[in-house]
């Protein structure tokens, strides 16, 4: 496993890190999920991603259960804040902030988070509020640095540009071969600001495995057919899509890989990236998304790859 630092943090994270967003705590079993965060140990993953909101706080209770006995400075730990946790705990107000990020300490049986992310933006809170939220929970020892996920460019110059506060390290796009959409005016913006990229679903939702055939029923074990984890995948499952998806699967052999391990290189490839997010249900699977970590592969076969790939939009939800 390699290693990269995150943004203009003293944060070393692994490029390939362990997500728990529709896996832990809801759709995985909980002896598969406390065994995959063993199996990350050992693969030399330090970095695991989590959010308040996921399974309304079974995540973050499970990775509280998991990691306790492990040396504190042993893994890198993010959490996040601002989806719905009841009719009424929502946003990034101040109040907020500072009930949210207790709840996740207490959930996560730690004193601190090593990175504390705002899942989105927040309309309706004024951007100096949530920033100085953010500044004095960083202050108080409960964060040592900040993210965003999803935010503009035009929202994040206006939070570094607020006199007095603590600055993001980190940005969490979604970002794949199927999605490029922040490496346009994102990518440029956080570089210049020393802000790295943690990215989720590099692998759109398990479609870039290419185990979604076109014009095929998803298997049965799969994520497509599961209650609890196959809601998101749905736009991904399209003919165009797919048969695109097809074609990349020879370029992976030729890169002497599989489609997986392919397709998390060429996120890896992108300097300004410092770690993917890859969920798993089985530690077998961290095994092969592991393997992608530190990978160099023809350059050539990448920019085949972005052709192939080129003009095939997913549907909206």
């Known amino acids: 496993m390699k290693y990269r630092k995150l943004g203009a943090s003293d944060l070393s994270v692994s490029e390939i890190s362990l997500g728990t967003w529709l896996t832990f705590g ?26 308040n909101t996921y399974g309304k706080g079974a995540a973050e209770s499970l990775l509280g259960e998991a990691l306790a006995g492990r040396p504190r400075d042993s893994y890198v730990l993010a959490t996040k ?38 899942h989105r933006y927040d309309e309706n809170t004024p951007l100096e509020e949530t920033m100085g939220a953010l500044s004095e929970v960083v202050r108080a020892g409960k964060a040592r640095y900040i993210g965003f996920s999803e935010w503009s460019p035009d929202h994040i110059e206006e939070a570094f540009a607020i006199p007095g506060m603590v600055h993001f390290v980190s940005s969490q796009p979604q970002y794949s071969l199927l999605f490029r959409r922040s490496q346009e ?65 020879p370029l992976a052999k030729e890169a002497g890989t599989t489609l997986a391990q392919f397709s998390l290189a060429w996120v ?9 997010i890859v969920g798993a249900s089985r530690p077998e699977q961290l095994d092969e ?14 920019a085949k790859a972005e052709a192939i790939v080129a003009g095939v939009k997913r549907r909206r939800q």
């Not at 079993?29 to 140990?41: D, G, K, P, T």
Request: glycine share 6%.
């Open 289 to 302: 998304n592991a393997a992608a970590s530190g990978l160099v592969i023809d350059t050539a076969l990448f």
């Open 81 to 118: 804040v601002f989806s719905p946790m009841s009719e009424h705990d929502r946003g990034l107000s101040r109040k907020q902030i500072l009930k949210q990020i207790d709840a996740s300490l207490a959930r996560l049986k730690t004193d601190h988070v090593d990175l504390y992310q705002c």
């Open 268 to 276: 890896l490839r992108e300097p300004n990236v410092a770690s993917a």
């Open 185 to 249: 005016n994102v990518f440029p913006l956080c570089r210049k600001l020393e802000v790295s990229q943690i990215v989720w679903s590099p692998l759109a939702q398990g479609v870039l495995t290419g185990k979604y055939k076109p014009g095929a029923q998803p298997l049965a074990d799969s994520r497509a057919t599961s209650a609890r984890m196959g809601g998101p995948i749905s736009s991904w499952l399209q003919p165009a899509i797919l048969e695109a998806v097809e074609k990349l699967k």
């Open 26 to 51: 809801v759709g995985v079993a909980h002896e598969n999920a406390l065994a995959c965060v063993n199996r990350a140990f050992e693969l030399g993953i330090n970095f695991i991603d989590t959010a």
